[in-house]
Nanobody
Framework: QLVESGGGVVQAGQSLKLSCTAS???????????LAWYRQAPGKQRELVAS???????NYADSVKGRFTISRDNARKRVYLQMNDLKPEDTAVYYC??????????WGQGTQVTVSS
């Protein structure tokens, strides 16, 4: 149900904006959900990058604070991740996550972000 876009190959210091659309989700389900971006680098566990609640409260991993910004557009059923000042250690597959209540969550297929030094 989640379609991601915006990944690519960039040099260190550049920016990318990831987008995730919940195209098949009805708006009344999307609005109260908590949205998040996770990432998984080769040989590492998947980790939370950023999240945003229904009340627009945000949370960031320490490694991306001040560089990444998560936002949501409920009318378009989208969540974004603006990534600035990218570093080689940001290289990973980025996944969109939608959590509804305690027991329901959905994942995107992942989009590759590669940052060269």
């Amino acid at each position: 149900q989640l379609v991601e876009s915006g990944g690519g190959v960039v040099q260190a210091g550049q920016s990318l904006k990831l987008s995730c659309t919940a195209s098949r989700m009805i708006t009344s389900t999307f609005v109260p959900s908590t949205l998040a971006w996770y990432r998984q680098a080769p040989g590492k566990q998947r980790e939370l990058v950023a999240s945003i609640t229904r009340d627009y409260s945000t949370n960031y991993a320490d490694s991306v604070k001040g560089r990444f910004t998560i936002s949501r557009d409920n009318a378009r059923k989208r969540v974004y991740l603006q990534m600035n000042d990218l570093k080689p250690e940001d290289t990973a597959v980025y996944y969109c996550n939608v959590r509804i209540g305690a027991n329901n969550e959905y994942w995107g297929q992942g989009t590759q972000v590669t940052v060269s030094s």
